[in-house]
């Protein structure tokens, strides 16, 4: 059968779950123009959530199955326990002339189009900055995704934060990074922010002297192009105070703890999933 291309001036973009990660998706479609609030659907019975979504100007309907016939994109959005029930319901309706996605962690490309009786699926890895639009996400393409398919999921990925794609095989990797990654610079700004107060500032200065901070260095690794390395030897002066306090960080294993987070992270989402 032949893949009917997707429209990619006029697609109309469904949400199965309308939790947080779904409001973000939408709220940086409409916010960056890629899709207009009038070319997104969803559906779900909790009037808060309801509500999320009808103040972007989405239309909100009464069923998933309503969803899935006025999309030509279907995003799942649900959490990873309930996203084969979800899928298998909806079967019947999941043409091979709709272009399905999951953002449900751990679920493989495999387990989904054997559900879904189709391999026009595209798998993405966001995490939780998205709500700001800044999400770092990545993206795997199914056996009948076509590069086109991919191009309508990066613009519409791309209107949260960066979005890159790679082979399935590095999704564990990614989770234990970028998908868990927000936890530990969480710690580290909160720990900064402990720093400063243990050295006298006001806390809320020091929160957001820190938070400024991991910020600012991000921006200029992104930015520059240089070397974290060769960033931090721009910073560190010879008997300065900046390699005094790197010197503590070496000592507690700093670096060597980073790196044993990410591979457990890393090694938990492979049994998980």
Do not use: C
């Not at 710690?187 to 720093?195: F, H, R, Y």
């Amino acid at each position: 059968m032949e893949i009917v291309p997707i429209p990619a001036d006029s697609y109309t973009l469904g949400f199965i779950g309308a939790g947080k990660m779904a409001e973000s998706i939408a709220k940086g479609a409409v916010r960056s123009g890629v899709l207009p609030p009038s070319r997104i659907r969803t559906a779900h019975s909790n009037p808060a959530r309801r509500a999320a979504f009808e103040a972007i100007g989405v239309t909100v309907l009464a069923s998933n199955d309503d969803v899935v016939r006025e999309s030509n994109v279907v995003i799942f959005s649900v959490k990873p326990q309930v996203v084969k029930d979800a899928v298998l319901k909806l079967k019947p309706l999941l043409t091979k002339n709709k272009l399905l996605v999951s953002v449900a962690a751990g679920v493989k490309l495999k387990d989904l189009q054997e559900w879904a009786g189709h391999n026009r699926f595209i798998r993405v890895m966001p995490n939780t900055p998205a709500a700001v639009g800044e999400a770092a996400s990545v993206m795997s393409l199914g056996a009948a995704a076509t590069e086109e398919d991919g191009n309508l999921i990066n613009k519409l990925f791309g209107s949260i934060g960066k979005i890159w794609k790679a082979d399935e095989k590095y999704f564990d990797a990614i989770t234990g990074l970028s998908g868990s990654g927000p936890a530990y610079v969480y710690l580290a700004v909160e720990a900064l922010a402990d720093g400063g107060v243990a050295a006298g500032l006001p806390r809320d200065l020091a929160l957001s002297l820190a938070s400024q901070t991991v910020l600012g260095a991000a921006s200029m690794v992104t930015q520059t192009g240089k070397h974290p390395g060769q960033l931090k030897d721009d910073v560190t002066s010879p008997g300065g105070t900046t390699i005094a306090g790197v010197h503590e960080l070496e000592k507690g294993g700093f670096r060597g703890t980073l790196m044993n987070a990410v591979v457990a992270a890393a090694k938990r989402s492979r049994e998980l999933s």
